[in-house]
């Protein structure tokens, strides 16, 4: 069975500073896909970057990149210029290219501090 | 934008009775998802849903769940006879298709059993 672990349950970074979650995950597979979502305050999940495993390029949405390292396994997110805004629950979920469900972690509570 | 919408936000019950949760999935997708979050836990699959029936479940959805999507635009989850531990944080979610499409969720419905 596929496993996400998320090593940090909360970090706190200034506004406007970078700040990188973490995230590694184990699967036997070759295919799949990887996923941000982030959870804020009123508790409705939005997806904040995909990446496709088959992809060497990270995938990249505005203020938001990832770090995917196939071969170790990790899949890290990097906020730029964070903003309030920012302030949430940050989940890493993972999909097998052949499943139908998420398999999250458990989560990095994130704090930007004015 | 469409949203998944989900009724109601807040569900209070006695041990031993039924709930159903309501979910409107976004109209024009076709799988259908239950997650559920436990106070401070991470999020858990309980179910995928498509073409009318079940694709796949957890070890979570044992006989006491049921899901039903009775009239084309509702996606309920019915849990028959609930106990304590069943107090969580449910999530509707849905997506136009599968390998890697985003699941967008639902604002989550708030079971409490007492």
């Known amino acids: 069975a596929q496993t996400v672990t998320q090593s940090q349950p909360e970090m706190s970074v200034q506004e406007a500073e970078t700040v990188t979650l973490s995230c590694t995950y184990d699967t036997s597979e070759n295919n799949y896909y990887l996923f941000w979502y982030k959870q804020p305050p009123s508790r409705q999940m939005i997806l904040v970057i995909r990446q496709e495993a088959y992809k060497q390029q990270n995938a990249t949405e505005n203020r938001f990149s990832v770090n995917f390292q196939k071969a170790a396994k990790s899949f890290s997110l990097k906020i730029s210029d964070s903003q309030l805004g920012d302030t949430a629950m940050y989940f890493c979920?993972?999909?097998?290219?052949?499943?139908?469900?998420?398999?999250f972690g458990t989560g990095t509570r994130l704090a930007v501090r004015p | 934008e469409p949203e998944v919408t989900q009724t109601p936000s807040h569900q209070v019950t006695q041990m031993g009775q039924e709930v159903i949760l309501r979910c409107v999935p976004i109209s024009n997708h076709l799988y259908f998802y239950w997650y559920r979050q436990i106070l401070g836990q991470k999020v858990e699959f309980l179910v995928s849903?498509?073409?009318?029936?079940?694709?796949?479940k957890s070890e979570i959805f044992d006989d006491q769940f049921s899901v039903e999507r009775p009239d084309g635009s509702n996606f309920t989850l019915k849990i028959r006879s609930t106990k304590l531990e069943d107090s969580a944080m449910y999530f509707c979610?849905?997506?136009?298709?599968?390998?890697?499409?985003?699941?967008?969720f639902g604002p989550g419905t708030r079971l409490t059993v007492t």
């Open positions: 849903f498509y073409n009318n029936e079940i694709s796949e």
């Open positions: 979920a993972f999909e097998e290219s052949s499943g139908d469900k998420l398999t």
């Open positions: 979610a849905s997506r136009v298709s599968r390998e890697g499409y985003e699941q967008y």
